[in-house]
Structures are given as structure tokens and as C-alpha cells.
């Protein structure tokens, strides 16, 4: 709450502690959702900073989670979620489609 959205995405990875050494783990129930608080210190577009929050997260559990990840829901019944749903995010350009490297055949229309 106390800071803007820059500085939480800045201080994101060093924030983070992950016992490397000592178990196997996962990253659950995390979201793209930042506090009120944090927005009225941050001038700009908040779908952006939304966008760049949670690439940050998922390029800091991906790094260090030795499990992956779940993010908090696919989608909602009603209305799109926003920064809690993975599928607007994904929409938005917060999350990224897996490479293709891994011959995967990801349809669009079941992410």
C-alpha cells in the first residue's frame, strides 16, 4: 500500500524468498491485482502496469518455483475478473502464450 506500482514491480524479485535448496514447491492462487492504494500513486495506464505486474510475477516463479505456478482462476461466470481472471489477463497481454519450441499446439480459443 504504501508504494506505487513501479516500485512493486522494481522490488518484485528481490521481495521474493524461495527455498531453492531445501523442497520442491509451487506458486498458488496469486493474481495480477494490485491494492487501491497502490493506484492512486500510480500515474498511467493501469491495465499497462496490471500487464507488467504480473509478467514480473510469472517471470519470477518461473525462475524459482521448481513446481510452476496456479493462478487464482480461469475465468469468471460473470463479468471478465479482471486482474484476478487468467483469461483476461492473457487477453491483455499479461500473460504469455507458451513457446512453441516444445511442439505444443496450443488452440487460442481453449487458453
Known amino acids: 500500500k504504501k508504494k506505487s506500482a513501479d516500485q512493486i514491480i522494481n522490488d518484485l524479485e528481490g521481495s521474493t524468498s524461495f527455498p531453492k535448496n531445501d523442497a520442491d514447491f509451487v506458486v498458488g492462487e496469486f493474481s495480477g491485482v494490485l491494492d487501491e492504494e497502490t493506484w492512486k500513486k500510480s500515474p498511467g ?36 475478473g479482471g486482474e484476478w481472471g487468467l483469461k483476461p489477463m492473457y487477453e491483455r497481454g499479461g500473460i504469455k502464450k507458451r513457446s512453441t519450441q516444445n511442439n505444443l499446439n496450443i488452440d487460442d480459443n481453449r487458453v
Do not use: H
Open 45 to 80: 495506464d493501469r491495465n499497462e502496469y496490471a500487464k507488467q505486474f504480473l509478467n514480473k510475477e510469472l517471470e519470477v516463479f518461473s525462475k524459482s518455483s521448481s513446481w510452476g505456478w496456479f493462478f487464482w482462476t480461469l475465468q469468471f461466470k460473470y463479468g471478465d
